[in-house]
């Protein structure tokens, strides 16, 4: 089973959707759980923190379910500029000797 | 605030060349630093990452090196390069190992 599980995709959705990313992951021992969006042929960017209570900022929400090793972002009233592969993260271990798994990420594709 | 440069953006270098990627941070001080790779359709895979000068843990076997020499400066290099290293090319910071920031990242082509 690999380590971060995403949906590839892609998700072509039109302007003002709702979409929703899922992610599981593999290791219990997981501590801490990140969204970064890439575009392509950049870097990635941190998009949001996942706390285990949920948190949203802005159109954007996630979730984390550590029973069911399952983390979720939902993107609402997307926009065109939301277009990007988003990357589910999870880091084991704590402290310095943690280290961050990243999942292959899921393509998103708004259109107008 | 803090920034993260690498160089150079773009590298196209002959199977058995050498190899010197540099990454630099500005605006703070004893960062934990990482190189990462992606290869085209895959994930983001760890090779190096340090929490001190001098200080290189390897994540994955292979014919590259890393090395630390100053606080804020990493650097990823090779003495003879595969076609298999080609790709992108990932230097990060991070406090205590919590969320990553990345630089903008090296596309090397091995021909």
């Known amino acids: 089973r690999k380590e971060v599980e995403q949906d590839p995709g892609p998700f072509n959705v039109p302007e003002g959707a709702t979409v929703a990313f899922n992610c599981t992951y593999s290791?219990?021992?997981?501590?801490?759980f990140f969204w970064y969006r890439q575009d392509c042929r950049k870097e990635p960017k941190l998009l949001m923190s996942?706390?285990?209570s949920g948190n949203e900022d802005g159109r954007f929400t996630a979730q984390l379910n550590r029973a069911s090793q399952y983390i979720s972002l939902l993107i609402r009233d997307s926009k065109l500029s939301d277009s990007a592969t988003y990357l589910c993260?999870?880091?084991?271990?704590?402290?310095?000797?943690?280290?961050?798994?990243f999942g292959k990420g899921t393509k998103l594709s708004v259109k107008p | 605030s803090q920034t993260i440069h690498q160089w150079p953006a773009t590298l196209v270098q002959p199977v058995g060349s050498p190899l010197s990627l540099e990454c630099t941070v500005e605006g703070t001080s004893n960062p934990n630093l990482y190189w990462y790779r992606q290869a085209a359709g895959r994930g983001l895979q760890l090779l190096f990452y340090s929490v001190g000068i001098g200080q290189i843990s390897s994540e994955v076997p292979q014919n590259l090196s890393a090395s630390r020499p100053q606080d804020r400066q990493f650097i990823l290099s090779s003495k003879k390069l595969l076609l298999s290293d080609s790709g992108f090319y990932l230097c990060?910071?991070?406090?205590?190992?919590?969320?990553?920031?990345f630089g903008p990242g090296t596309r090397l082509t091995v021909l």
């Open positions: 290791n219990s021992a997981s501590q801490s």
């Open positions: 993260v999870v880091k084991v271990g704590g402290g310095s000797q943690g280290n961050l798994i």
């Open positions: 990060a910071w991070s406090w205590e190992n919590n969320e990553q920031f």
């Open positions: 996942v706390y285990s």
